[in-house]
């Protein structure tokens, strides 16, 4: 496995002896080779030996492979030996991709192989499809075929006709016709009593009443 060698990072008191620790360390001492192992801060080399000194070089290289292996900034790529570097390399050519297929992070096309760009263009027209079915990020209507432009107007009419029964988002009544106006107008009026009688929300009166004198009206030829 590509990390076997991150064994190196658990504590270098597994390699010796349980009965040599406790006659040669101290606690403090035993703290600071396990900060230089770490790469801790207060790790003080001056209380390191010479063999101990290898175990924090070599968990020192593990800590870096990994560093470049994930694309973190503070890898140091010149001290990778040639396979770290070879697998370095293709760990980055692959977040790349990814970056390029998910359309977020870093993409640079110009390391894309022909294939992975045919599939990457392929990918963001239909991230750009639904970004436009779906109202959300940037829709860019000219990359649309005809039928995809007639998809994406029917999903935005369809769109604002919910936010105006529901009042919720943008609803521009404009784009609304007779009937669909006829449902939000009685949608909204529902919503209004259910208000008034809950007392949870803002409660319209002047709708009540409304209500109320139109039911009141008398229908043409009752009781002539």
């Not at 709708?207 to 009752?222: C, E, I, M, R």
Request: aromatic residues 4%; glycine residues 6%.
């Amino acid at each position: 496995m590509i990390f076997a060698r991150c064994a190196v990072l658990l504590p270098v008191l597994a390699i010796w002896p349980m009965g040599s620790i406790a006659q040669s360390y101290e606690p403090s001492n035993l703290q600071n080779l396990q900060d230089c192992l770490q790469g801790f801060s207060d790790c003080n080399m001056k209380q390191v030996d010479a063999s101990e000194q290898q175990a924090v070089a070599q968990a020192m290289r593990d800590q870096n492979f990994q560093d470049c292996y994930f694309g973190f900034s503070n890898c140091k790529s010149t001290n990778l030996t040639a396979p770290e570097s070879s697998l370095v390399a293709r760990a980055a050519r692959a977040r790349n991709l990814k970056d390029c297929l998910e359309g977020i992070g870093d993409c640079n096309k110009g390391q894309l192989s022909e294939s992975e760009r045919q599939t990457v263009e392929q990918a963001e027209r239909v991230n750009n499809l639904t970004a436009c079915l779906d109202g959300v990020g940037e829709c860019d209507d000219a990359q649309l075929a005809p039928w995809e432009k007639q998809a994406t107007a029917v999903a935005r009419q369809d769109r604002n006709l919910q936010n105006c029964l529901e009042s919720t988002g943008d609803c521009d009544q404009s784009q609304l016709n007779a009937q669909e106006r006829s449902e939000v107008t009685r949608a909204t009026e529902v919503q209004n009593s259910q208000n008034c009688v809950s007392g949870v929300a803002t409660c319209d009166h002047t709708l009540l009443k409304q209500k109320v004198v139109g039911s009141n009206l008398p229908t043409a030829g009752k009781g002539d």
